[in-house]
């Protein structure tokens, strides 16, 4: 699978949209670019995945560039609620395992 | 609802001392999964299932035992608790129907366990 590498950790604030990078310069032609979130030690949440189209369901936006060598993911209005660690994954969709790594955690200010 | 859930929530036990930790999901999935999460290294799959009788190993498996005889649960084995097993476990489900949705995974709760 490919390897993902994400900043660290961002600050958005309430209300406003939170745009979450992810350089996945390596990813092959079938491989699926994934979205999860982890909300303090809960059991991580998924959020969102695609191929090449961008995507949109009701948690957030998925947005992949042409080349597929990195995505966005975007929160279209940031409530404190979203105050997580969301880790990008790329991987084939038939795939055992997926990699968490360590995610960007991303904190919502009031 | 549907959901994945896991008990105990929270086990403090002492070294050797067998215990099994247990995984059901309601989703009628095929692919189930154990996961372990410890600072600073994510994390990592311990034991992961295709199917009722279908088990295989995964990043972090010794230590571990795991079985499926159904298809709902699939129950985390510990034979000897050794304190480097303390960390945060996490099972996971999906369905393997469509090829798109295979890692759409579903987490339960987790698991602390803290072995002394």
């Known amino acids: 699978d490919a390897k993902t590498t994400q900043p660290p950790s961002m600050d958005c604030a309430e209300g406003r949209a939170a745009n979450l990078p992810c350089n996945h310069s390596?990813?092959?032609?079938?491989?699926?670019v994934y979205w999860y979130r982890q909300i303090h030690s809960q059991g991580p949440q998924y959020i969102i995945h695609?191929?090449?189209n961008n995507e949109t369901n009701e948690m957030a936006s998925l947005i992949i560039t042409e080349d597929r060598k990195s995505s966005t993911l975007i929160l279209p209005h940031a409530t404190l609620r979203d105050t997580a660690v969301y880790y990008c994954?790329?991987?084939?969709?038939?795939?055992?395992?997926?990699?968490f790594g360590t995610g960007t955690r991303l904190t919502v200010i009031p | 609802e549907a959901q994945v859930t896991q008990n105990p929530r929270y086990l403090i036990t002492v070294t050797g001392k067998k215990l099994t930790v247990t995984c059901s999901q309601n989703?009628?999935?095929?692919?189930m999964s154990w996961y372990r999460q410890d600072p600073g290294l994510g994390l990592r799959q311990i034991y992961y299932?295709?199917?009722?009788?279908?088990?295989d190993k995964g990043d972090v498996p010794e230590g571990y035992k795991v079985s499926r005889k159904e298809k709902r649960n699939f129950p985390l084995i510990l034979e000897s608790p050794s304190p480097n097993q303390t960390s945060l476990y996490f099972c996971?489900?999906?369905?393997?129907?469509?090829?798109?949705?295979?890692?759409?995974?579903?987490f339960g709760p987790g698991t602390r366990l803290t072995v002394l």
């Open positions: 989703m009628n999935h095929e692919y």
């Open positions: 390596t990813i092959s032609g079938n491989e699926y």
């Open positions: 996971a489900s999906s369905s393997l129907t469509e090829v798109r949705s295979y890692n759409e995974q579903f």
């Open positions: 695609g191929l090449k």
């Open positions: 994954i790329a991987g084939f969709p038939g795939a055992n395992n997926l990699f």
């Open positions: 299932s295709m199917n009722v009788e279908v088990t």
